[in-house]
């Protein structure tokens, strides 16, 4: 019976781990799409080193509907992409923000348009910094005159740091890197707060779409040897056994295949408004089941397994991939 139960466990996180990677994959694709990694990075950055965002409104977005409305679709804040190298000397209508893309574009990617830069190292934030006092005349004191001249925010923090350093330029630029590095970290939470929220609406339509119900997968899963073992064959070869004695045959090998031809864990999503089944030869097989869909998800009953999906799926697949392991004694490679 504790067997039973484990392979219970052991489906119900193998089910939960896909689901989660799926919604992960999701999140990933949109950002991705949209580029919002780059267009918050630069967002903060042209909010420190210019402040010129239109109509005095700030570049970063105020609140996670702004991450996913305003800030991909109604205002870009990178620089155009660039594939020159930094001229001697910025641009008198060059902003600072510009001009610090000129010295770290070096590490962008090919693109069109607009820069991929989505993460900005301390140390190469530090060196364009540099970079741009070695410009001005007076150096360092001369790029504090023109940050507190064209009212940026930066001003305050960069004297900051140059008065700590006490005008010694070696630690100048060690504090830079380490401010910097303080305000990615603070802005990786920012950014993530607001994601949450994103994945939690992914999470939540993956849940309804393929009406996933935790309580009856697991319900199932002690239910049907059969399904069960199944679903834990992805996990080692015991299952082999399990299967061989389950199919009663001289030989099981066509047993066998016949059972993982049809893979258990796409039982999982045969509820879903589009499943798919695997049949032993050719294609993949789509299915439209928008009416059995709907009865499942407008029947009261099914709701608090739904719940338990949406919440596991909150956790995250690096959750679910970590319980794995625990359950199966895999050690991950250092």
Request: a neutral charge; hydrophobic letters at 45%.
């Amino acid at each position: 019976m504790l067997s039973a139960y484990l392979d219970l466990a052991l489906g119900l996180v193998l089910a939960f781990l896909l689901l989660s990677l799926l919604v992960s994959g999701l999140n990933e694709a949109i950002v991705r799409l949209l580029a919002i990694r780059s267009k918050f990075l630069w967002a903060y950055l042209r909010d420190t080193l210019d402040d010129d965002a239109p109509k005095g409104r700030s570049w970063l977005p105020s609140g996670a509907r702004d991450v996913f409305a305003a800030l991909p679709f109604a205002r870009d804040p990178r620089p155009a992409h660039e594939t020159r190298p930094a001229p001697p000397e910025p641009a008198a209508d060059d902003g600072l923000t510009q001009s610090l893309y000129e010295r770290v574009r070096e590490i962008d990617h090919p693109t069109r348009g607009r820069t991929s830069i989505a993460d900005l190292p301390p140390g190469r934030f530090s060196g364009a910094v540099m970079e741009l006092a070695a410009t001005e005349p007076g150096g360092v004191e001369g790029l504090l005159a023109k940050l507190k001249d064209a009212g940026s925010p930066l001003h305050g923090h960069l004297k900051g740091v140059w008065e700590t350093a006490q005008r010694d330029l070696d630690r100048f630029r060690k504090g830079v890197e380490t401010w910097f590095d303080g305000e990615m970290q603070r802005l990786s939470l920012l950014y993530k707060r607001y994601v949450r929220w994103v994945v939690a609406m992914l999470a939540l339509a993956v849940t309804l779409l393929f009406t996933v119900d935790a309580l009856e997968y697991g319900k199932t899963l002690l239910r049907d040897n059969a399904y069960r073992a199944t679903v834990t064959a992805v996990t080692g070869p015991e299952a082999y056994g399990e299967l061989k004695a389950r199919c009663e045959q001289a030989d099981p090998v066509p047993c066998i295949t016949d059972t993982l031809s049809q893979p258990a864990l796409l039982g999982i999503l045969d509820k879903a408004i589009i499943s798919v089944s695997v049949p032993a030869e050719g294609e993949p097989v789509f299915h439209w089941n928008g009416a059995a869909w709907w009865d499942r998800l407008t029947t009261p009953s099914r709701w608090p397994g739904f719940l338990l999906t949406f919440v596991a799926l909150l956790f995250g697949a690096p959750f679910w991939w970590d319980v794995l392991r625990r359950i199966t004694g895999a050690r991950s490679r250092s």
